[in-house]
């Protein structure tokens, strides 16, 4: 099925907000470096897949379209009780290179391509300038939530870094995602799937 999303820090301490719609965005300390792969995942823990070749800093071309891009989604180690890591991998899979805004995506919930507006807290700090993703290379971005029994589900994740939404492909999932109230946290975008960490 298909989701969306936007990336994430490990730090609980909110050390500012501004609202922006039904989105609660808001600021924490800057994760420490460490690892986002899958378990038994070839290249293992805090390496990018195989066949994933990031993008590269700076460039003129084109901001990329929700066309364009495509968003994966890669299951972290490490979450504890009902808490879920990933790494949102956001790939170029057009024929033309365009670029994305350093910072953070937005994200949002919903299926079917109709997402509305995830309220968010945003962690680490963003880079300046842009982001280009030649065809076939990518960017990625951490998330983290909880998925506690008893808390409500949504349709599934979107993130929007383009012109619009795309949804995210959860590998696996079937029917809604479960996803505790004012939960969702999200990294900056990254060349690396190293720089933010959720792992505890």
């Not at 982001?131 to 506690?148: D, H, N």
């Amino acid at each position: 099925m298909a989701v969306a999303v936007a990336l994430a820090g490990c730090g609980h301490t909110k050390a500012g907000s501004t609202t922006s719609g039904t989105s609660k965005v808001t600021s924490s300390p800057e994760a420490s470096p460490g690892g986002t792969g899958t378990p038994g995942a070839k290249g293992g823990p805090g390496t990018v897949p195989p066949h994933v070749k990031p993008g590269a800093r700076g460039g003129s071309a084109a901001r990329c379209t929700s066309a364009q891009l495509e968003a994966g989604w890669r299951r972290q180690p490490g979450g504890k009780g009902g808490e879920v890591l990933a790494t949102v991998i956001l790939t170029n899979r057009s024929a033309k290179p365009c670029t994305l805004a350093a910072g953070w995506a937005t994200f949002g919930k919903g299926a079917s391509g109709r997402f509305e507006e995830l309220r968010t807290t945003r962690a680490g700090k963003p880079d300046t300038g842009t982001i280009t993703l030649k065809p076939g290379t990518s960017a990625f971005e951490g998330v983290r939530y909880e998925a506690s029994k008893g808390c409500p589900s949504v349709g599934g994740f979107g993130v929007r870094a383009g012109d619009g939404w795309s949804g995210v492909r959860v590998p696996g999932q079937r029917g809604p995602i479960t996803l505790c109230p004012d939960s969702f946290t999200a990294g900056t975008i990254q060349l690396a799937m190293t720089p933010v960490d959720f792992r505890k």
